[in-house]
């Protein structure tokens, strides 16, 4: 059971630039939503899914897209990578969107836009 | 506007001290208060509250909500060296039926021998 993964580790991208994040998760759980950290402000949502085909806006979805294939899998994907978006991204998933349950997060991603 | 605001920001103290770190929050459609621990990855999950005066302890370390005055406090006693990293804040809310973590600033804690 490798709980939440997350690919890559580490990118560097070019402003402009393309590119997804991995994330993939083993124990069903309905619920994935991604992150970003930066320093002094804590984990913000950027986009959430509740189930296969179903993604919603978080709190700073700007400049990401998400889909949702699969139970396992929801990819972020960063459609022109600007300055701002340098950060450490988190994948984290939960058993049911609508209980109580804790989340848990994948080791991270930091992405730096150059 | 959903916030959580966590204090003090950065906390440095001698093993075997005891520390209190405080988070408070106004959020819409409160479920409960989780605490995590983030070392140099990802959080791990430390508590979860969700009733007013009940307190949760594992080991060194313990939490209590209070709903009325919409905080929470993490109490680590004895402390020691590998107690070192933030320790995040983050308020569950029901938010067109799906669950949404609201975060604080985080804390960061420093722990010296």
């Known amino acids: 059971n490798a709980g939440v993964t997350q690919t890559p580790k580490f990118q560097v991208l070019k402003t402009g630039q393309s590119m997804t994040l991995q994330c993939a998760q083993d124990?069903?759980?309905?619920?994935m939503s991604w992150y970003r950290q930066d320093p002094g402000m804590g984990l913000r949502l950027i986009h959430y899914?509740?189930?296969?085909?179903?993604?919603d806006q978080g709190e700073v979805p700007n400049g990401y897209n998400v889909s949702r294939s699969t139970t396992e899998d929801f990819p972020l994907r960063l459609l022109s990578a600007a300055p701002s978006q340098t950060s450490v991204y988190f994948c984290?998933?939960?058993?049911?969107?609508?209980?109580?349950?804790?989340?848990?997060f994948g080791p991270g991603t930091r992405l730096t836009v150059t | 506007e959903d916030k959580v605001v966590q204090s003090p920001l950065s906390l440095v103290v001698h093993e075997g001290d005891t520390v209190t770190l405080n988070c408070s929050y106004e959020?819409?459609?409160?479920?409960?208060l989780l605490w995590y621990k983030q070392e140099k990855k990802a959080p791990t999950f430390l508590f979860m509250l969700?009733?007013?005066?009940i307190e949760k302890k594992s080991g060194r370390l313990s939490s209590i909500l209070d709903k009325k005055e919409l905080f929470s406090i993490l109490n680590i006693t004895a402390t020691q060296t590998g107690d070192s990293a933030i320790y995040l804040c983050?308020?569950?809310?029901?938010?067109?039926?799906?669950?949404?973590?609201?975060f604080g600033q985080g804390t960061r804690l420093t722990i010296n021998p």
């Open positions: 984290a998933s939960s058993y049911d969107p609508s209980g109580v349950y804790e989340q848990y």
């Open positions: 959020v819409t459609n409160f479920r409960s």
């Open positions: 124990m069903n759980h309905e619920y």
């Open positions: 969700t009733s007013s005066g």
């Open positions: 899914s509740v189930g296969a085909g179903i993604t």
């Open positions: 983050a308020v569950d809310s029901l938010i067109q039926g799906a669950q949404k973590l609201v």
